[in-house]
């Protein structure tokens, strides 16, 4: 059995998916995006600004299953444009301190246009 979770603290699905599920004692989040969940769209336009709300908004995520980032044991990231690798990572490493295990590739398109998306597994200790 899993459990969905639903949270308005972070931006809400825009498909038909689940913002996470729960599993077997393990977190799987959808990827985050930098839309900010009060306003309902992308407001940061450098991939700095966007990468502090998407953490904000795993974040709450992590927060709304009562884990917190060092929780997390894997991450997923995807760039729109692979230049924007050593400022994502500034942003990241505040975040992921603890250095999960991860991959991080450029993509053609993000949703919504976005420049960056994380999305993460984390376990519950």
Same mark, same amino acid.
């Given at each position: 059995?899993?459990?969905?979770?639903a949270?308005?603290?972070?931006?809400?699905?825009?498909?038909p998916?689940?913002?996470?599920?729960?599993?077997?004692?393990?977190?799987?989040?959808?990827?985050?995006?930098?839309?900010?969940?009060?306003q *309902? #769209?992308?407001? &940061?336009?450098?991939?700095?600004?966007?990468?502090?709300? $998407?953490?904000?908004?795993v974040?709450?995520? !992590?927060?709304?299953?009562?884990?917190?980032?060092?929780?997390?044991?894997?991450?997923?990231?995807?760039?729109?444009?692979?230049?924007n690798?050593?400022a994502?990572?500034?942003?990241? *490493? #505040?975040?992921? &301190?603890?250095?999960?295990?991860?991959?991080?590739?450029? $993509?053609?398109?993000?949703?919504?246009?976005? !420049?960056?998306?994380?999305?993460?597994?984390?376990?519950?200790e």
């Open positions: 059995m899993f459990k969905v979770t949270t308005d603290k972070a931006p809400a699905a825009i498909g998916y689940s913002q996470a599920i729960t599993a077997n004692g393990m977190l799987f989040a959808s990827g985050q995006i930098g839309i900010d969940p009060a *309902g #769209k992308i407001v &940061a336009d450098t991939v700095e600004g966007q990468a502090e709300q $998407v953490c904000k908004n974040g709450e995520l !992590l927060k709304a299953n009562g884990l917190s980032y060092e929780n997390v044991v894997r991450t997923t990231c995807y760039l729109s444009d692979i230049n690798f050593a994502f990572n500034e942003v990241y *490493g #505040k975040y992921f &301190a603890h250095k999960p295990a991860r991959s991080c590739v450029a $993509v053609k398109d993000i949703p919504a246009g976005a !420049l960056c998306e994380i999305e993460i597994t984390a376990v519950y």
